[in-house]
């Protein structure tokens, strides 16, 4: 059945992504408003060029992801089908030489991680460099104000960012929850995560297939982009700090982090490093969820929270809980 109606959606990771998705294949007019560079979220890719020769491609926030979900494996199977996405492993080596097996396929995207975002997005109305400020809810539609002073209007609004972000863009705009929803929402948590691209000048000693798990003390894990297959020009490393380090450093200065970090990593480097950058993750992981795979408020007009912080973490989490908001507004035409 086709929809007339419109919708905007804030966030442009997959929970939005998968929203959008839905929702337009019902006919709607959807346009999503992302405050970063550029779309997909924590399926982000970076590049870091040292010369006209060597440029490292870094998959530097969701490193893979793998499927359980029934509902889920179908889509999965659709972007397997499309050359959107491979698989990478089943399973990755941890520090202490032993094979630690995913028992499943574990995904990647076929360029890099982004480009499944991107592959989401290339129908879709997505507007990035878009930080929202107001939402206000008036004359039977959604006016939603942009940092720069820019309004879009939409019958129904969805809000994807992490669960506290959430709560201050509603607080922002002056709309109120039951005081039982607000204190379940507050109750969502995340883990930190510093993430730190390393360029180096040789091949790394990470174990095929390219991935290794960390202890946690301080390495939550290492990824060599090189044989992951998407940074062909260089040699190029990933490596994510556990939650503690992370806790502890969020505020120390890159220089300081990046000592510890390559001094943890160093054995699993074993190549003079040309170059380097930190990446903060506020939210990375979810340790607390909702509980729920999204949030219809009727504190005003058609409002949906959703994300990985509500039914459940990483990147299966974040596109069922997308999936439910779409249908949870679908009833509404």
């Given at each position: 059945m086709k929809d007339s109606g419109s919708c905007l959606i804030i966030g442009g990771g997959m929970t939005g992504l998968m929203a959008a998705t839905v929702l337009k294949r019902h006919g709607l007019d959807v346009t999503i408003l992302d405050k970063g560079r550029g779309i997909g979220g924590r399926?982000?890719?970076?590049?870091?060029?040292?010369?006209?020769?060597?440029e490292g491609v870094f998959d530097y926030g969701a490193q893979y992801f793998t499927a359980s979900d029934r509902?889920?494996?179908?889509?999965?199977?659709?972007?397997?089908?499309?050359?959107?996405?491979?698989?990478?492993?089943?399973?990755?080596?941890?520090?202490?030489?032993?094979?630690?097996?995913?028992?499943?396929?574990?995904?990647?995207?076929?360029?890099?991680?982004?480009?499944?975002?991107?592959?989401?997005?290339?129908?879709?109305?997505?507007?990035?460099?878009?930080?929202?400020?107001?939402?206000?809810?008036?004359?039977?539609h959604w006016q939603v104000q942009t940092q720069t002073g820019e309004i879009f209007q939409g019958d129904r609004?969805?809000?994807?960012?992490?669960?506290p972000q959430s709560l201050s863009l509603l607080d922002n705009s002056g709309i109120g929850l039951n005081p039982d929803v607000q204190e379940k929402l507050e109750q969502v948590a995340y883990h930190p995560c510093i993430t730190m691209l390393v360029l180096l000048e040789k091949p790394?000693?990470?174990?095929?297939?390219?991935?290794?798990?960390?202890?946690?003390?301080?390495?939550?894990?290492i990824a060599c982009n090189y044989q992951k297959g998407i940074s062909t020009r260089g040699y190029a490393v990933t490596v994510q700090a556990g939650p503690e380090f992370s806790q502890n450093y969020w505020n120390q200065d890159n220089t300081a982090i990046a000592q510890e970090l390559l001094k943890?990593?160093?054995s699993w480097l074993g190549s003079e490093v040309l170059d380097y950058q930190i990446h903060r993750w506020r939210y990375s992981q979810v340790t607390v969820s909702y509980g729920e795979?999204?949030?219809?408020?009727?504190?005003?007009?058609?409002?949906?929270?959703a994300g990985d912080g509500f039914l459940a973490p990483k990147i299966e989490g974040a596109v069922l809980s997308g999936l439910a908001a779409a249908r949870s507004l679908l009833p509404l035409r």
């Open positions: 399926l982000a890719t970076r590049r870091l060029t040292y010369s006209e020769e060597i509902e889920f494996q179908g889509w999965v199977d659709e972007w397997l089908a499309e050359g959107v996405i491979t698989e990478w492993s089943q399973g990755f080596f941890q520090e202490s030489g032993s094979f630690k097996s995913s028992h499943k396929p574990c995904y990647r995207g076929s360029k890099s991680n982004r480009s499944l975002a991107q592959y989401l997005a290339q129908s879709l109305t997505v507007y990035t460099n878009t930080p929202v400020t107001q939402l206000n809810w008036q004359d039977d609004l969805i809000l994807t960012p992490p669960v790394s000693q990470i174990p095929a297939p390219g991935g290794l798990w960390g202890s946690g003390h301080p390495l939550g894990w943890a990593a160093d795979p999204c949030l219809v408020l009727a504190e005003s007009g058609p409002l949906i929270l």
